[in-house]
């Protein structure tokens, strides 16, 4: 094997990590660009932010009782309620949800701080958690990933039209009886999962890029959210897989690499996409209204 091909497969047929790795980017980056729609559409990007921050207490305490098992489970629990915190404060208090937003997570960030400086648990390597290691992934943390993608994917495409109608205008769901309340706690511990599921890819910090960028460049180019979810999704696979192999060959963060090839196609696009469609894509998403 020569040349390209050889570049793209050869490290597929030498390490198996890399062929887990390829996998795991696919299905986390599938899973946070649908995600990454509603939130840039709600205008919501913060909150992907403040979740992410929040883990970083579940992933200790989590290993202090559970050891390497019990950290997925304790990032979980803590980030779908830190996200609940978060819109239970918000409901509740004068302010912005911004406001709350900021409260929550630098709350947990620094109990998970505090907690590793006291404990210092071994076998948490906390650059990873905050920047990911997806060339450590292990087959397990594949299968926890696709378990979430499949969860959060199913929720949302399940229920689409509710999504869309309670995303773009809120008051009026609220006026037909829709239970928003229950809505936006649903769509927040959908996206503390993603968050969970994606920690060894990109790890928390990291990961509120795979949460914007792909929802955020496919919007230049589509003027339909459930295209603007398909272009995202493919956008969000091709920033891991590419990505991953930037981080394999030129010995970078595997994180890093991959936030750095979204953007790349972001800028991209936006130098590329018609203007036309830009202008456009506000007022046909507010039509899509009318198809609820």
Do not use: K
Not at 66 to 87: F, N, R
Not at 223 to 238: D, E, K, P, S, Y
Request: one cysteine or more; aromatic letters at 10%.
């Amino acid at each position: 094997m020569t040349g390209m091909f050889a570049w793209f497969v050869e490290p597929l047929q030498l390490y198996g990590f890399m062929r887990v790795g390829i996998v795991t980017a696919a299905v986390v980056g599938v899973t946070c660009a649908v995600l990454s729609c509603l939130l840039v559409v709600r205008g919501q990007a913060l909150l992907g932010d403040a979740i992410s921050h929040a883990v970083l207490f579940g992933v200790v305490v989590g290993y202090l009782i559970g050891g390497d098992v019990g950290v997925p489970v304790g990032a979980l629990v803590v980030a779908v309620a830190a996200g609940m915190a978060i819109v239970w404060v918000a409901r509740n208090a004068p302010f912005q949800a911004d406001t709350a937003m900021g409260v929550v997570f630098s709350v947990l960030f620094a109990l998970g701080l505090a907690l590793f400086a006291v404990f210092q648990p071994r076998n948490i390597d906390v650059f990873h958690v905050l920047f990911g290691n997806i060339l450590g992934v292990r087959t397990g943390d594949l299968w926890f990933s696709a378990a979430v993608g499949v969860v959060v994917l199913g929720v949302i495409v399940g229920g689409l039209r509710a999504f869309m109608f309670w995303s773009f205008d809120p008051e009026g769901a609220a006026a037909t009886g829709m239970r928003t309340a229950r809505m936006e706690y649903l769509f927040t511990a959908l996206l503390s999962a993603a968050i969970v599921g994606a920690l060894r890819t990109v790890g928390i910090i990291l990961v509120i890029a795979l949460l914007i960028i792909p929802g955020a460049a496919a919007a230049f180019v589509t003027v339909r959210l459930a295209t603007m979810m398909l272009v995202a999704a493919a956008i969000g696979v091709g920033s891991g897989v590419g990505g991953l192999y930037v981080s394999y060959y030129a010995n970078v963060p595997s994180g890093a690499a991959i936030v750095l090839f979204a953007g790349a196609i972001f800028f991209a696009v936006f130098l590329v996409a018609p203007r036309g469609v830009i202008r456009r894509r506000r007022v046909v998403l507010q039509d899509d209204r009318s198809h609820l």
